[in-house]
Structures are given as C-alpha cells and as structure tokens.
C-alpha cells in the first residue's frame, strides 16, 4: 500500500460506512430484497467452495474455461457479499430494532427504547408519556440483568409490521420471567424509521394477560 492509498484509506472507510446505511424502504420488493441484500451463509459458502474448486482445478489441469468459471463465481460472490454488507432491507432494519428494543430492557434504558417508539403509540391503556414513564418505573422495580429474544416471528405487508416476541428475563427480584409480546410496526416515509405503534403484552410466565394489560409485574 503506497502513502496515497494510506492517506486515502481512512476516508474511503468512512466513505464505506455512510454507504452502509443505505436502508430500503418498505416499498422495495420484500423478495427482490431478500435475495440481493440480506445474508445467505450457507449459499455463500457453498459458492466459495465452488470457485476455489474451479479455480484450483483449472489452475492444476491448465483449463483457462476451468479457472475463469472459477474466478466468476468467486468475483460475483464478492459483488454480492459487498452488496449484502452495504444495504439494510426492511426486513433486517425490522429485526434490529426489535433487537435493540431488548437490549435496551436489559439496560435499563428507556430512551433507547422511546427512540424506537412513535408518539402515537399505545400500550393496554398507556399512551405515549404513559408508556415512557410505566417503562421507567417497571424497568427500575424489575432490576433485569438479562433479556433474550428466544423467538421473534415477522409479518411484513409494505409500510406495516408485526412482530410477535417470546423473550426470557433475567431479573434480580423475580427471578427468569418468560414474556410473549405483539408489537406494531409502521416505517416512515424516510427509510430507517419502523417505529412501534401499538403493543400487546400476550402472556406472562404463562399466564394469558387482559388484552389492555400494561406491564404487570410477574405472578
């Protein structure tokens, strides 16, 4: 690497960065999305063994056709791989916040959480200052030490989402509390923005809660 790739490298890096949070807006074809920009592992492995094995084999045998099969599959892998790095589709942007969400439990952060919530939001009875401030008093009360999505089931039609959430809780005081929540999504007009409109907490260590419950504490 000359010193002009040295001094460049930094804001090429950050250059790469604003790109990666280009994020699709919910008008993107669901399907196209997910097979351009989310990640397929096992597809990908497969398609590197694949060209290694071409390129190799052509390489050893002296096949040119051989070796350049090799090197496409490798070179369209790449442009794939990057591609999937640098685009956020709906369906992801939407896992991520419910992700952060419960990460936010965990550490007692209810802005974090706020931040994720729209003002027109509902929860049971609670409005939106209602909700902001039920979290703070029922996340300080809990004293969570762990949360954990152990499922997260996604339903996505355009601008909407519903994600319906089993969540295992660590707390100090009540010990493990196992939780199953409904939550609505609706993505702004600028992409990146699925905000929470509407939540449902389903159940409670079992127990099926009233359909305008709020967040009791554990039984």
């Known amino acids: 690497m000359n010193l002009t790739l040295l001094f460049f490298f930094p804001y090429t890096h950050v250059a790469l960065r604003a790109v990666a949070l280009l994020r699709l807006g919910a008008e993107f074809p669901s399907g196209l999305g ?17 060209g290694v094995a071409g390129l190799w084999q052509g390489i050893n045998l002296q096949r040119a056709v051989v070796r350049n099969v090799g090197i496409g599959i490798l070179s369209v892998l790449a442009i794939w791989i990057t591609m999937a790095w640098l685009v956020v589709t709906p369906y992801e942007r939407l896992v991520n ?15 974090a959480i706020m931040h994720y919530v729209s003002r027109r939001a509902i ?16 996340l ?3 004293h969570i030490t762990d949360n954990i999505i152990r499922t997260m089931a996604v339903h996505i039609m355009k601008n909407q989402a519903v994600t319906r959430l089993v969540i295992w809780t660590s707390t100090r005081d009540y010990g493990p509390v196992v939780t199953v929540w409904r939550l609505v999504w609706l993505d702004h007009h600028r992409p990146g923005n699925w905000r929470i409109m509407e939540v449902d907490l389903l159940r409670i260590n079992g127990h099926r809660e009233r359909s305008d419950a709020s967040i009791p504490m554990p039984r």
């Open 97 to 111: 916040a419910n992700t952060a969400v419960v990460k936010a439990a965990a550490r007692n952060n209810v802005p």
């Open 34 to 50: 997910g097979i351009l920009f989310e990640n397929h592992w096992l597809i990908w492995a497969a398609l590197l063994l694949l």
């Open 140 to 142: 300080k009360m809990a």
């Open 123 to 138: 929860f049971g009875r609670w409005n939106y200052a209602e909700i902001q401030s039920g979290l703070a008093v029922r």
